[in-house]
Nanobody, 126 residues
Framework: VQLQASGGGLVQAGGSLRLSCAAS????????IGWFRQAPGKEREGVSL????????FYADSVKGRFTISRDNAKNTIYLQMNSLRPEDTAVYSC????????????????????WGQGTLVTVSS
């Protein structure tokens, strides 16, 4: 089972990036998916999550109104559209899968997630 995040890069403040989370070995439509990030020297932070069907989402306050999570189960891929990026968004972003969807901040507790992917680095310059 593998999850792989991609789409990171270097962008100026105010710019946009779209991250993708692709899976092999599992069908993602069984799972709710969360996006997490970890900046250097900081703890991992839950950013957003989406239910199995995609009809329920949740965002951390730090990204609400700027980031949008979506999924295409036919492509076995989850996306994170990041707009109005800020230097403080700089981090390694990872996706993770869980069978337990909770549609509030509790849904971003890392221990709920059983499958983790390698991250992709997002760097936002000022």
């Amino acid at each position: 089972v593998q999850l792989q995040a991609s789409g990171g890069g270097l962008v100026q403040a105010g710019g946009s990036l779209r991250l993708s989370c692709a899976a092999s070995g599992i069908s993602l439509h069984y799972y709710a998916i969360g996006w997490f990030r970890q900046a250097p020297g900081k703890e991992r932070e839950g950013v957003s999550l989406i239910s199995r069907s995609g009809d329920s989402t949740f965002y951390a306050d730090s990204v609400k109104g700027r980031f949008t999570i979506s999924r295409d189960n036919a492509k076995n891929t989850i996306y994170l559209q990041m707009n109005s990026l800020r230097p403080e968004d700089t981090a390694v972003y990872s996706c993770a899968a869980t069978l337990s969807f909770i549609g509030d901040s509790r849904g971003l507790i890392p221990s709920l997630y059983t499958q983790w992917g390698q991250g992709t680095l997002v760097t936002v310059s000022s």
